[in-house]
């Protein structure tokens, strides 16, 4: 199991690494990264290979391994590639910008329980790992009830443009970025390496218990990352409401006739397809009854960090 262990150690390290994202010990057990290197991507891994990556086995590797001692460096509890020290005080920066950042999704948050057809609303992209800069946006992933997603986003879409925080143009920092929608079924058309860190990383604002589920629908997750384990308790920063519950139930009986949905699932779904956005290469847009996903310039974001990660990782791994 060391050998493996040590393997996985330093392709976790060297994928935050391109990330600009320094490690606590606890951080490398818990977002273990487990692939196959001879391809970078993960396998399906027999009853045997379900080992038991333990914490105290993490740290004592990093703390005496000399293959890891050789590549990565350490300060202040924080692990990293050597001669990356610099990470260390951007991260803290940008811990302190990120916790700035999510008092703003907070206060959108609160509104947002009153949207009919909401049933999740959670932090994700850079804002998630307190990863964010001064100029980032706020990326959310929103989910809805199954058959109401086309209905769900207008909603949510129009709330936050109303209350002057949805991202457009060069509205960028500090707006919301609404760019992913999924339904209850919580079916994710992306399993590589990158959805899995941006899903583990996920972070609830409010959810009444649907992340629960979320979590327990993508147990793919556990394919490149061993250590991922499902909540047991809700976690949500922000609870739910008499006041939120009845508003969202009312809401959801003057807009329960399927002809909305379909009507707005037809202008959207043209909308989106007649957009240029749609059409950049390197893009990566989704639109179905089940996701709704829109990263025109998507090569920037995965592909480009799997590249990066791909060429430290084969100098390390030679």
Not at 165 to 177: E, F, L, Q, S, W
């Amino acid at each position: 199991m060391s050998d493996k262990l040590v393997q996985y150690i330093l392709t976790t390290v060297v994928y935050y690494d391109v990330m600009d994202y320094p490690m606590t010990s606890f951080e490398v057990w818990k977002y273990l990264i487990r692939i196959n290197n001879a391809q970078v991507t993960a396998k399906g891994w027999s009853a045997e290979e379900q080992e038991d990556f333990s914490l105290a086995n993490v740290i004592s590797l990093l703390e005496t391994h000399e293959k890891i001692k050789k590549y990565i460096d350490s300060k202040q509890g924080y692990y990293f590639l050597r001669g990356r020290a610099e990470l260390l005080e951007k991260h803290l920066e940008r811990n302190k910008i990120s916790e700035k950042k999510i008092k703003i999704v907070l206060a959108v948050a609160k509104v947002l329980r009153f949207v009919p057809y909401v049933r999740m609303v959670a932090i994700a992209g850079r804002l998630a790992p307190k990863n964010a800069e001064k100029s980032s946006d706020l990326d959310l992933l929103v989910a809805v009830k199954h058959g109401k997603i086309f209905t769900g986003r207008l909603l949510v879409t129009i709330l936050v443009h109303v209350l002057g925080k949805r991202r457009y143009g060069r509205k960028i920092t500090d707006r919301i970025c609404l760019n992913h929608f999924i339904t209850t079924k919580f079916s994710i058309a992306a399993r590589d390496l990158f959805s899995s860190h941006e899903y583990v990383f996920l972070k609830p604002v409010f959810d009444n218990d649907f992340f629960l589920l979320f979590q327990k629908n993508n147990s793919w997750i556990q394919d490149y990352r061993p250590n991922f384990a499902q909540a047991v308790d809700n976690i949500s920063l922000l609870k739910d409401s008499s006041i939120s519950r009845t508003v969202r139930k009312i809401g959801e009986k003057l807009l329960k006739s399927s002809w909305i949905e379909r009507r707005l699932g037809d202008w959207q779904k043209n909308k989106i397809a007649k957009n240029p956005q749609s059409q950049k290469i390197g893009g990566l847009i989704l639109c179905s009854d089940e996701e709704l996903a829109f990263w025109p310039n998507f090569e920037k974001q995965g592909p480009a960090v799997f590249e990066k990660f791909q060429a430290k990782l084969r100098i390390i791994m030679e």
